[in-house]
């Protein structure tokens, strides 16, 4: 296979240009067979313009990470924790060649003298790529793009949360109320927001701001707005903040962030705290109790004291909606709180809890819609 690549790659470089389909049956000896003619024809496109090897576990139904530790050792997770693969690579040059092609393909540089990428490829995949010697073998990391809408009724019959805490999220989202969902990597936040971004009534405007696309929601009104990285010169970059100033020119009746994760924290909770009301965005947190500090600390690269953030979050911000990943893979709703301000800190009491039923603040959360 690495022989035909070359040879339709050098070929597709002469000019006149032919079409790929021609290249390949030329160059496999005119390949007449239907079937392995589409095959090959697969295995060519994806070595030349997609992951290669990797593509087919890419396409593989419910995979959402993709992984390259060495030339032997590929692995990837479909929901239930790591898998390993069958594809083997033929060597570290191999995989580096992936690795800086894909780079490219995202406008990015990969090489010894940037020897890590961080970067979303055309289809949004996003991609993360690390060369030796910062890494004993070239490490690919692969996060693929959700493809399917989730509503809050497939959550609940998926086990994600109950019937009667699916109801109250719907009703907390139907009542503008600003919230953050929280939990680790691979815990469902974005799953989850998709879900309840498909309860807001279809009249109002969403503007989502992500890093990259992946917020499947099912609405017939949401404007995207996707950050941009630095090209291979180094320039052209646009961030989260740049975004969240240009959405708040865009008529919008909520705002939603794909995930909070620096300096740009400051200008959404300003929006929300100026008539935006029903706001949205996610957070890397281990718990809801480390809400709190982890709002302090991306207040702090953005210049402002903790006192400041509090305020700025207490006024902003009503519920938290903490989900955590089980030790087979399940993700689940784990808790449910407000947030309030007190003296100079910020305070998480919690409503609800996998574990424990209602909270010290159920009927507080319950007024927030009328629900008591």
């Given at each position: 296979?690495?022989?035909?690549v070359?040879?339709?790659?050098?070929?597709?470089?002469?000019p006149p240009?032919?079409?790929?389909?021609?290249l390949?049956?030329?160059?496999?000896s005119?390949?007449v067979?239907?079937?392995?003619?589409?095959?090959l024809r697969r295995e060519v496109?994806?070595?030349l313009h997609?992951?290669?090897p990797?593509?087919p576990?890419l396409?593989?139904p419910?995979?959402?990470?993709?992984?390259?530790?060495?030339?032997t050792?590929?692995?990837?997770?479909?929901?239930?924790?790591?898998?390993?693969?069958?594809?083997?690579?033929?060597?570290?040059?191999?995989?580096?060649?992936?690795?800086?092609r894909?780079?490219a393909?995202?406008?990015?540089?990969?090489?010894?003298?940037q020897?890590?990428?961080?970067?979303?490829?055309?289809d949004?995949?996003?991609?993360?790529a690390?060369?030796?010697p910062l890494?004993?073998?070239t490490?690919i990391?692969?996060r693929v793009?959700a493809?399917r809408?989730h509503?809050?009724?497939s959550?609940?019959?998926?086990g994600a949360?109950?019937?009667v805490?699916?109801?109250?999220?719907?009703?907390l989202?139907?009542?503008?109320t600003?919230?953050v969902?929280?939990?680790?990597?691979?815990?469902?936040?974005?799953?989850?927001?998709g879900?309840?971004?498909?309860?807001v009534?279809?009249?109002?405007?969403?503007?989502v701001?992500?890093d990259?696309?992946?917020l499947v929601v099912?609405?017939r009104?949401?404007v995207?707005l996707?950050?941009?990285?630095a090209?291979?010169?180094g320039?052209?970059?646009?961030?989260?903040?740049?975004?969240v100033r240009?959405?708040?020119r865009m008529?919008p009746?909520?705002l939603v962030?794909?995930e909070?994760?620096g300096?740009?924290?400051?200008?959404?909770?300003?929006?929300?705290?100026?008539?935006?009301?029903?706001?949205?965005?996610?957070?890397?947190?281990?718990?809801?109790?480390?809400?709190p500090?982890?709002?302090?600390a991306?207040?702090?690269?953005a210049?402002?004291?903790?006192?400041?953030?509090t305020?700025?979050?207490?006024?902003?911000?009503r519920?938290?909606?903490?989900?955590?990943r089980g030790?087979?893979?399940?993700r689940?709703?784990?808790?449910?709180a407000?947030?309030?301000?007190?003296?100079d800190?910020?305070?998480?009491?919690?409503a609800?809890?996998?574990q424990?039923g209602?909270?010290?603040a159920a009927g507080?959360?319950?007024a927030?819609?009328?629900?008591?």
């Amino acid at each position: 296979m690495s022989d035909l690549v070359e040879r339709v790659r050098h070929r597709l470089a002469d000019p006149p240009s032919v079409e790929l389909d021609e290249l390949v049956r030329a160059e496999s000896s005119g390949i007449v067979d239907d079937t392995v003619f589409a095959r090959l024809r697969r295995e060519v496109a994806a070595e030349l313009h997609g992951a290669g090897p990797l593509e087919p576990l890419l396409e593989l139904p419910g995979v959402t990470d993709v992984l390259v530790n060495a030339p032997t050792e590929v692995w990837l997770d479909r929901g239930a924790g790591m898998e390993r693969a069958a594809v083997r690579f033929a060597g570290e040059g191999e995989v580096r060649r992936l690795a800086q092609r894909l780079a490219a393909a995202a406008g990015r540089r990969l090489d010894d003298a940037q020897p890590f990428v961080d970067a979303v490829l055309p289809d949004g995949t996003r991609l993360h790529a690390v060369l030796p010697p910062l890494v004993p073998s070239t490490a690919i990391s692969l996060r693929v793009l959700a493809r399917r809408r989730h509503s809050l009724a497939s959550l609940v019959a998926g086990g994600a949360l109950p019937d009667v805490v699916a109801e109250l999220l719907s009703w907390l989202v139907r009542a503008r109320t600003a919230l953050v969902v929280t939990g680790g990597t691979g815990s469902g936040k974005t799953t989850l927001l998709g879900a309840l971004l498909g309860e807001v009534p279809p009249a109002e405007r969403l503007l989502v701001i992500e890093d990259a696309p992946e917020l499947v929601v099912a609405h017939r009104h949401v404007v995207r707005l996707v950050t941009r990285g630095a090209n291979v010169e180094g320039s052209g970059a646009v961030g989260l903040r740049e975004l969240v100033r240009e959405a708040l020119r865009m008529r919008p009746d909520r705002l939603v962030v794909g995930e909070f994760r620096g300096a740009e924290v400051v200008e959404l909770l300003v929006a929300l705290n100026t008539g935006h009301e029903g706001g949205a965005a996610t957070l890397h947190a281990n718990s809801a109790a480390d809400v709190p500090a982890r709002f302090a600390a991306l207040g702090a690269l953005a210049g402002l004291p903790a006192p400041a953030v509090t305020s700025l979050v207490a006024s902003a911000l009503r519920v938290v909606v903490h989900l955590r990943r089980g030790a087979g893979g399940r993700r689940a709703v784990a808790e449910i709180a407000l947030l309030a301000r007190v003296g100079d800190e910020l305070s998480v009491r919690s409503a609800w809890s996998a574990q424990s039923g209602d909270g010290p603040a159920a009927g507080e959360l319950r007024a927030l819609v009328g629900a008591q």
